[in-house]
């Protein structure tokens, strides 16, 4: 099945800077790979996502990359502030019409010192 | 916009009773899923449902765990016999397309 790894698991950075959170999978089959983030006592919240068939997606202050040969893909979080301070799991799925399984990553957690 | 939503969102029970996890997936959505997230790690998925039948399951999903759309509307995961190590945050998520939206979780505690 697949395995998913994430790093760094925790990861704590000055406001302002940027924040880079990287996952590596392992089923070649994989096509669509979402980033969520996890307030405490919340539930997983979509921020971004992105299909095999695209290299990188950007929406405002967040982007991800795919690198589909090397099987790695990343977050990239820019001028971070307090509130992004969460974590954040990546994960990957094969195609939805079958309904299959999100494989989730470890998770980092993210912390933005103001 | 619209959401999936989860009940109850705390629960307390004692090992080996029955317990009922309800959720309300988004109306338009197809395929129904249970995640559980043991505290301080990653969230796993249990179960997948579509067309009412079970689609896919894992290893955790035991013989002790069941699920059902009993009304159209609502999604339910149902532990048999709870055990201590099945204390959780239960997520409820659907989807019709690649995103999947979770519901809040419901945080199940087996004394």
């Known amino acids: 099945g697949e395995n998913v790894e994430q790093h760094p698991s925790t990861l704590s950075v000055q406001e302002g800077d940027s924040a880079v959170i990287k996952c590596t999978y392992s089923?070649?089959?994989?096509?669509?790979f979402p980033w969520y983030k996890q307030e405490l006592g919340k539930g997983p919240q979509l921020i971004i996502d992105i299909r095999s068939n695209v290299g990188e997606k950007k929406d405002q202050r967040i982007a991800v990359t795919l690198n589909k040969t090397a099987k790695h893909f990343s977050l990239h979080i820019t001028e971070t502030q307090p509130e992004d301070s969460a974590v954040y799991f990546c994960?990957?799925?094969?195609?939805?019409?079958?309904?299959?399984?999100?494989?989730f990553g470890e998770g980092t957690q993210l912390t933005v010192n103001p | 916009e619209p959401e999936v939503t989860q009940t109850p969102s705390h629960q307390v029970t004692q090992m080996g009773q029955e317990v009922i996890l309800r959720c309300v997936p988004i109306s338009n959505h197809l395929y129904f899923y249970w995640y559980r997230q043991i505290l301080g790690q990653k969230v796993e998925f249990l179960v997948s449902f579509y067309n009412n039948e079970i689609s896919e399951k894992s290893e955790i999903f035991d013989d002790q765990f069941s699920v059902e759309r009993p009304d159209g509307s609502n999604f339910t995961l149902k532990i048999r016999s709870t055990k201590l190590e099945d204390s959780a945050m239960y997520f409820c998520?659907?989807?019709?397309?690649?995103?999947?939206?979770f519901g809040e979780g419901s945080w199940l505690t087996v004394v």
């Open positions: 994960a990957a799925r094969r195609d939805q019409t079958s309904g299959s399984r999100l494989t």
């Open positions: 998520a659907s989807s019709i397309g690649d995103s999947s939206p």
């Open positions: 089923d070649s089959a994989s096509n669509y």
